[in-house]
RNA sequence: GGCGACGUGGCCGAGGGGUUAGGCAAGGGUCUGCAAAACCCUGUACAGCGGUUCGAGUCCGCUCGUCGCCUCCA
């Protein structure tokens, strides 16, 4: 194999890609901005919850330790959280009054809901866990203590309505998103309602007064709760300390959200808060922007789900694969072929996958014939991924060792079988589009788990396959028109028929 | 208006001064009752106009176009 490529992300601070160098070798800490949980995630947030996956898989599969933090932002998040004052509403009360809201006696049960629901499609995406999943609302003591600091320092101060950060008293503001020149910062905050209180256009809400806001905490400043930017540089510094490696999230959090974090860690302890900024850009679904208004809009289970439950039956996999087919950095289409392209792919490494098992379980002898050629193309993919996440790369080098493979998979001898299957291993490992790794159990249901015309399907194709083998050609081709209607398609093989849901993309 | 990204064959998408990306779709073939899968083969390209260069899809300039953030949103 090829010595461990260097490891290179761009890095929105400087606009350039840099080798991400943690500050302790070997050992990447990392940081990636969750959802707002007030409704299902849709497949957007899930791009970028990839972007921080793929950067966790790339880090580990070149021997690093990683220590992966993303939270849960389950308060604060205001509809109109620009560089302004909290002035607007709190997005779970929002959800709560909805129509989808009705079913939830409070914020908290809607919250702990759309939390439970986030992890079903992290899982069935195949995202791996954090080491950390911290809540907002689980460390308000912290964000006061933090505010408390700020004031403390100088850098925040109270007015009737709330404890604003003072942009003024940070230096480096605007560094990151660009944003640099005060008039560009006030133009940008221009028709926000202002607290009278505030110094600067600028400053932003660190706490909010508010003892009739649904979800309140008692503070040095009575009943309220906290802004939004404040949760995050505390809950990344609670777990991976002052100075961090790198930080993720989507491209829209560069500005205000991102800054304001930047200047609250920043101000509060005198150091570097992170080193390396990674942002995810938005997707675009079929050349336009996915907008519930414009009726492409689509969370995980819109797409997963059985077709019963109002789903279109995509395979989970073929979803991963579909959302990492474009680099995380360059604009992004995702389309209907995508989808059905990435669907044909991880069947066939299904396919492959079995093929290979039932050859090393065979066990015809001989040396290893494929060994050498797939090193090579996992060293290639590994590389691919090292240079800034170039999926496009590093799936077209998979694609090729599956074809290798699938060429081949007549003649391979056992030793040939035990290399492919630790080379699909590997893959598996880096881009997680093969194999599971969480257990059903853990999963939202998908089209293939849970079919509820399974026994029925069945028998109809055990119909089928007598009458084809009583040479019964009409009956069986009947039969199989008659499957299809249900939309099942069959296949027969070596080993039986098998069916599957054709997806109603 | 400010900041930024991008324009590659029917579609999605790498590459990035001289040698095939890859996939999907399409067409042809092998195989199989049918169908599917698999495997083999085939075509079409770098938005436009200038410039630099022995040579530009790749660098520079301009033009046109698309898109994103700054408002909801990852």
Redesign the pocket.
Known sequence: MDPAPEFRLYNTLS?AVEPVVPREAGHLRFYS????V??Y?????????LTADLILRTAEALGWRTTYVTNVTDVG????????DAS?ED?MAKALRSKEGERFANVWDLARYYTNELLADWNTLNLRDPAVRPRATEHIREQIAAVEQLIEKGHAYETEQGIYFSVASFEGYGRL???E?AE?LE??????VSDPGKRDPRDFALWKKDPKHLMQWYSPWGWGFPGWHIECSVMARAYLGDEIDLHA?????????HECEIAQSESLTGKTFSKHWV??????VE?????KRTGNFFTVRDLVGTAASGGRGVDPLALRL?LI???Y???????K??L???A??V??FR??LSAVDAAAAAGAGGADRVGERLDALYDRALA?MA??L????A???V??G??????M?AQLNAASAAGARAWIARVNALLGIVEHEKPLAERAADAKDADPDAVRIDALVAE?YA??AA?D??R??AL?AELAELGV?????PDG?KWKRASTL
């Open positions: 606009n901005c969750g959802p707002t007030y409704s995630a849709h497949i957007g947030n899930f791009r970028s919850f998040h205001l509809t109109e959280d620009d560089a302004a607007g997005r998103s660009g944003n020149a560009q133009q940008l905050v221009r028709d926000t999230g989507g491209e829209d959090l560069i500005f205000p959200h942002h995810t850009r938005f997707l675009q050349g336009e922007k996915m907008a579909a087919s474009g680099q950095r360059k604009p992004f289409n995702f389309t072929e995508t059905k392209a990435s044909k792919h069947e066939r396919e492959i691919a240079d800034d170039n999926t496009p790369e799936i077209a080098a694609i090729e599956f074809k290798l493979l699938g060429g998979r089928r009458a084809r040479r050609f009409a069986a081709d199989r398609e069959v296949m027969d093989t028929p």
